[in-house]
């Protein structure tokens, strides 16, 4: 691919729309990316691993998978380039370990991002990266409300299954 069909790419990610229509800011951002090519069976990245990248899926086709505490992995979804997902943003944010596995399906093609390079710009050009975190801030409440959200489903289903036993 050309810089240009990347940055072409790139302005169908929800991640970007706030800066797609800037062509200069759109160069600054791809320019940070490294293209990776993985091979189907692989991991892009494993559960408690130590991340420090973003992804994003310009094509082919993953899976997302969790352990259980006994340590056998499950599906939580499987994503396709065409669904315009990124992957590993938290990352970006702070140095934790990875919260779940992407394992590749198909073989793909990704744009990754260091944390160090998205500091860096972020730095230099606030302009183009506040919005950029701005944007990964929703997505990361987005995901905490529907964790929520399944506790709360959880805890209701415990409570209504204790008081079907008791009767």
Not at 5 to 11: F, G
Not at 16 to 43: C, L, P, T, W
Not at 58 to 75: D, F, I, L, W
């Amino acid at each position: 691919m050309t810089s240009e069909d990347i940055i072409n790419r790139l302005k169908d990610f929800a991640l970007f729309e706030d800066i797609a229509q800037n062509h200069d800011k759109m160069i600054k951002v791809s320019d940070i990316f490294e293209a990776r090519h993985i091979k189907a069976g692989e991991y892009i990245m494993k559960q408690g691993d130590q991340g420090e990248e973003l992804y994003i899926l310009m094509s082919g086709a993953v899976r997302v998978c969790k352990n259980t505490k006994q340590n056998e992995e499950y599906t939580i979804v499987d994503l396709k380039a065409e669904y315009n997902v990124f992957f590993g943003e938290i990352a970006l944010m702070d140095s934790d370990v990875r919260s779940a596995s992407i394992k590749v399906l198909e073989d793909c093609d990704v744009l990754v991002m260091g944390k160090d390079s998205f500091i860096e710009l972020g730095n230099s050009y606030p302009e183009i990266c506040l919005p950029i975190t701005r944007t990964i801030g929703k997505k990361i409440c987005s995901n905490l409300r529907n964790a929520n959200n399944d506790v709360i489903l959880l805890f209701d289903a415990l409570v209504n299954e204790i008081q079907s036993t008791q009767l």
